[in-house]
């Protein structure tokens, strides 16, 4: 059991339903990460979140958008999301060194949320 | 911009055999270096860390190397076993950006 949890484990929606996908961390952690594994592809790198502020938004269409209320907790909103979405969703959590270069240490991951969009 | 490439893509090996999976990157300015293992289905699970100032880590029957120079990593697994099995995954961290960057990994099937 890792320190990161996420809900839920696996959804279906069609593409016009609005969903939100959680993910927490109990590490005591200041930075959470939304990754993206799709099929065949490397994992790819959606939203960081360092000291609750979003430091990093690699080109996302905005049908996806994130939400970190506080450091232990983020969530992706997804609304009218396309078939090619479909993918295993995944949070991570670290510890970021204020005022380095960003996270250095290891980042531990949630299992994920397989996601399907019909 | 940064590239990462895992070969094999597939191994099949049986058990107790010693084996090496291979990460190369494209550019060798890298803060970091992590190797994660991640069962069907699952999230990732980190195995091990190397700062670009190191040229190893062990743990356990794992052993990771790095050469920053020429661009290459190496993760040795020793004595493999059924539970072995599993997608291996290198993340490189630097260069000109400083997120990870994912190689698309190494199934490894360990054959009882």
């Known amino acids: 059991e890792t320190g990161v949890t996420q809900t839920p484990r696996h959804l279906v929606m069609g593409m016009t339903n609005k969903k939100s996908l959680k993910c927490e961390q109990h590490l005591g952690h200041n930075a959470m990460y939304w990754y993206k594994q799709s099929a065949k592809k490397p994992l790819e790198l959606m939203f960081v979140?360092?000291?609750?502020?979003?430091?990093e938004n690699n080109s996302v269409p905005s049908r996806f958008s994130p939400e970190c209320p506080n450091s232990s907790h983020l969530f992706l909103h997804l609304h009218t999301l396309q078939p090619e979405d479909s993918a295993l969703y995944l949070c991570a959590s670290s510890q970021v060194v204020v005022g380095g270069r960003g996270a250095v240490g290891t980042q531990y991951f949630g299992p994920g949320t397989r996601l399907t969009v019909l | 911009k940064q590239e990462v490439t895992q070969i094999p893509a597939a191994l099949s090996v049986p058990e107790g055999e010693n084996l090496v999976l291979n990460c190369s990157f494209t550019?060798?300015?890298?803060?970091?270096l992590q190797w994660f293992r991640q069962d069907p289905g699952k999230g990732l699970t980190s195995l091990l860390l190397?700062?670009?100032?190191?040229r190893e880590q062990t743990s356990g029957r794992l052993n990771a190397s790095l050469d920053k120079s020429s661009g290459r990593s190496t993760l040795y697994i020793a004595a493999s076993q059924p539970g072995d099995s599993a997608t291996y995954l290198c993340?490189?961290?630097?260069?000109?950006?400083?997120?990870?960057?994912f190689g698309t990994g190494t199934l490894l099937a360990v054959q009882p």
């Open positions: 993340a490189v961290r630097g260069g000109a950006t400083n997120k990870l960057i």
């Open positions: 190397i700062q670009s100032s190191q």
């Open positions: 979140y360092s000291l609750e502020e979003r430091v």
């Open positions: 550019d060798s300015a890298i803060y970091n």
